[in-house]
């Protein structure tokens, strides 16, 4: 059984768990594979069903077009033929930014980078961003104003055990990345304490030494207080300061005036509670401060990234061993999907689609004029609020925005209102149910393609088994439009061939994967970037201090193989020299607190947050067709404080309505303690009346273009039953 089983890695989250896939009749099962340093075997409910997904009955297996209303059978050819029209017939009656296209974060490296050229090469469109702007862009957009560059974690999670404390903010690994929670575990064994900062005492807050519970919408003042308290109690590292940091002057000013009583008074976090976490953070010789979606999902998640990034940078807890902030991206292939062009504003390698040389180097390896590219597009809510208006047509590509964007019964007029609409996926999802064209797609274990997982590794996916008769690939599909829209060549249908030249369009970017061969993934159980090919001459566009030395690269103390003679062995640690700036050394922010971009009134008093449960993944798309993991989780439902409750006359079970100024949602009131009384949550797995993003505010974040998914203001209502 062993020796046919294929090594992989599971299709869902960014911690991209290793597992084999051997043949059983009628598909694959997952058996352990306890070789992969990240999870050793461990694997959760999705991760261990994930092949029930595989099986035809669940999924599409025919291209789907719209006739009449409905959506009928097609072949290929006429499915693909149809789209090109779709697309074309927009461009010329509008322009080229009349075609829109949507990406995902869950697409392979190769899919992504496929995506960007397609939009950028052949529909000449601007108009092109992803999901993953509704994910990590805040603690991106943070990391890279702080440190030069944004890599999730620029350590491995196997260093997490081996620090003195750990602050989590605002994330429930315990249920998104369930195998992640040995990490804490071991932490605490080995004597460093864990304090998680949740408004919901989560599985993952029973873990820790100490819970902070802060009203939604008010980590940044946390931060700053804790900062506050850090220079109040002399706390601070100046010779970390002086030597490896810029702008302290003006983030110690804005940090003094958020005084801890005020600090409390905004947050409902008691001043000893923010004295203790201050001891338990400066006390030991290291620590790190991870985030997630929490404080990054808010209209103002750039800002309060970059206050637990000052805090990190003025007790001297960045780019050292064993410190450092880092932010827990989500998606199975969040990094890398955001490294190499699916993103508005970029090109691949992490490079800036404003960087004349930028520019230069990838239309080189594209073989264009650089000035045929257009520049940055518009991010994605507000690419989803222009459709039907200035963007007509739109190809959409692992996604399901009808359920997971924000305001998402508004996007769904606007979805419906397109001149056209395509859809790839693996499944009829709700957004597919509303295309012109609907396209069937390979999945995870029926293609090969590499991922870059929230460690910065990047890890080869290998095709166990063969897809079912009537689907492509999301490689295939693009081949196919870009012929029929005139360009032949460039769109490769075997991933090894697409990463080959995103290998060179990478060379010499901030995200290098030049040194990084199938070969080598398949024998090295991933490798971090940056990895560069020592062979290749060195690119002066290239940003400083991001190609890092071999001799600067740690390896993790993981079953790793070590790299062959003469190539880099990837980059493990980074900025432990220096930071990816011009001058190495990293920015403070000064960043003050501000109110959420809706705050309770007497009209809507309550205020709402939403994320996630463990059985269920994202827009619900593929964990709702898996019988169980429905059984684990069936349907949404709202979670309440028995104060609020008593005040409704609310029992548990009964439906609720929960009404925000966007809509209005219907779902079962679940009872419990673990909540502030001022703040109901919601997972937003499902469509229909449960689904939390008929409420959710759109307002972005200024820098990263974030909606404000993690709080608004609401009104909760007995509903009918
Ligand atoms: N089971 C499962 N696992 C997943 C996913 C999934 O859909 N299901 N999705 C994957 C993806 S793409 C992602 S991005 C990750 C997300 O992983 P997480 O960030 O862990 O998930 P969330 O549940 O969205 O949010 C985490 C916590 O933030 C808390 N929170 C809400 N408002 C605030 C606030 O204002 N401040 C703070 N500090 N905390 C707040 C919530 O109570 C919640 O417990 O999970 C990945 N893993
Ligand atoms: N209220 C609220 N809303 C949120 C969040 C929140 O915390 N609260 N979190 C946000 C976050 S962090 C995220 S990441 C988004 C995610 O939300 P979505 O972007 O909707 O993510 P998925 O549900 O994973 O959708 C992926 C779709 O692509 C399909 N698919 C899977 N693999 C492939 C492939 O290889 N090719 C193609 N063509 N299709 C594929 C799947 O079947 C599915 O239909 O939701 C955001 N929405
Ligand atoms: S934790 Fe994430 S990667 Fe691991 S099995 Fe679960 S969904 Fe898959
Ligand atoms: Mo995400």
């Known amino acids: 059984m062993e020796t046919v089983s294929t090594p992989t ?23 352990e594979r306890a070789d992969f340093p990240v999870n050793r075997g461990a694997l959760c409910g999705k991760g261990r069903t994930a092949p029930a997904l595989l099986s035809s009955g669940v999924r599409l297996t025919s291209p789907l077009v719209r006739s009449g209303g409905t959506l009928v059978p097609a072949g290929w050819d006429e499915a693909l033929d149809r789209i090109a029209t779709g697309l074309s017939t927009a461009r010329s009656a ?13 697409l ?13 090469v052949v529909l000449g469109t601007s108009q092109i961003d992803y999901n993953g702007r509704f994910c990590m862009s805040s603690a991106a957009a943070a990391g890279t104003r702080a440190f030069g560059l944004d890599r999730g974690l620029p350590f491995p999670l196997a260093d997490i055990p081996r620090t003195g404390c750990l602050i989590l903010v605002g994330s429930n690994l315990a249920e998104t990345m369930p195998p992640a929670l040995r990490y804490l575990t071991e932490l605490r064994e080995n004597g460093g304490t864990l ?5 919901r005492r989560t599985r993952t807050a029973e873990q820790a030494d100490l819970h902070l519970a802060p009203r939604p919408g008010t980590d940044l003042a946390l931060a700053l207080g804790l900062l506050h308290l850090v220079v109040a109690e002399g706390r601070t590292d100046e010779t970390y300061i002086r030597d490896r940091t810029a702008g302290w002057t003006r983030a110690r000013a804005a940090a003094m005036a958020h005084w801890p009583e005020h600090v409390e008074r905004i947050t409902g976090v008691p001043v000893p509670q ?12 290291a620590a790190m401060v991870l985030t997630a979606r929490g404080p990054e999902q808010q209209s103002k998640g750039t800002d309060t990234v970059g206050a637990w990034i000052n805090l990190c940078l003025a007790t001297g807890r960045a780019g050292r061993p064993l410190s450092g902030y880092g932010c827990l991206t989500g998606q199975g292939n969040g990094q890398g999907g955001r490294e190499h062009g699916q993103k508005a504003d970029q090109l691949p390698g992490y490079r800036k689609l404003t960087d ?41 590509m692992g996604s399901n925005p009808v359920v997971s964007a924000p305001r998402a019964a508004h996007v769904e007029g606007r979805l419906r209102s397109l001149d056209f609409l395509a859809v790839a996926d693996v499944v009829l999802s709700e957004t597919a149910a509303l295309a012109d064209v609907v396209l069937p797609v390979t999945q995870w274990a029926e293609e090969t393609g590499t991922t870059t997982s929230l460690e910065g590794r990047v890890l080869l996916r290998r095709r166990a088994l063969d897809p079912p008769a009537g689907v492509r690939s999301d490689l295939e599909v693009l081949h196919g439009l870009a012929a029929r829209l005139g360009v032949e060549k460039g769109f490769p249908t075997d991933p090894e061939e697409v990463f080959g030249e995103l290998r060179r369009a990478s060379a010499g970017g901030p995200a290098d994967y030049s040194g990084i061969t199938y070969d080598r993934l398949a024998r090295e159980n991933g490798l971090f970037w940056p990895c560069p090919d020592p062979t290749a001459a060195p690119d002066p566009t290239a940003a400083p201090g991001t190609t890092a030395p071999a001799s600067t690269a740690h390896t993790a103390p993981t079953a790793d193989v070590p790299a062959p003679a003469g190539a880099h062995p990837g980059t493990p640690r980074l900025f432990l020299d220096r930071f990816a700036t011009e001058d190495g050394r990293a920015r403070f922010v000064p960043v003050s607190h501000r109110p959420a971009a809706e705050e309770p009134d007497a009209e809507y008093p309550v205020l709402l947050t939403t994320g996630r449960v463990v059985a269920q993944y994202q827009s619900g798309a593929q964990t709702r067709r898996v019988a169980e993991l429905n059984a684990a989780a069936p349907g949404p439902y709202v979670e309440l404080h028995p104060r609020l409750a008593a005040r409704l006359g609310a029992a548990d079970g009964d439906p609720l309505a929960v009404v925000s100024r966007r809509g209005r949602a219907v ?36 820098v990263s273009r974030m909606p ?11 509903a009918e039953p």
Not at 110 to 118: D, N, R
Request: glycine share 10%; charged share 20%.
């Open 9 to 31: 890695h599971c299709p869902y989250c960014a911690l991209q768990c290793g597992m084999r896939l051997s043949p059983v009749p009628g598909g694959v099962e997952v058996i």
């Open 195 to 199: 304090i998680v900062v949740d408004p």
């Open 708 to 718: 404000e998914f993690k709080v608004c203001a609401v009104r909760v209502e007995r």
């Open 356 to 396: 004349p040389a930028a520019r230069r180097h990838v239309a080189a390896v594209w073989g264009v004029d650089p000035d045929t590219l257009p520049g940055p597009g518009r991010s994605a809510y507000e690419l989803l609020d222009a459709l039907g208006t200035d963007v007509r047509a739109l190809l959409l």
């Open 94 to 106: 509008y322009g080229a930014d009349a075609c829109g296209v949507f990406g995902g974060g869950g």
């Open 274 to 285: 923010l004295r203790k976490t201050v001891r338990m953070f400066c006390e030991p010789e």
């Open 667 to 702: 779902a079962p009131a679940r009872i419990t303690t673990a909540i502030r009384p001022d703040t109901v949550f919601m997972p937003f797995h499902w469509p229909g009346e449960g689904r939390a993003n008929t409420l959710t505010n759109p307002a972005l974040d200024p």
């Open 108 to 120: 392979t490296n190769e899919k992504a980078y496929a995506l960007g050229k397609f939009a950028r």
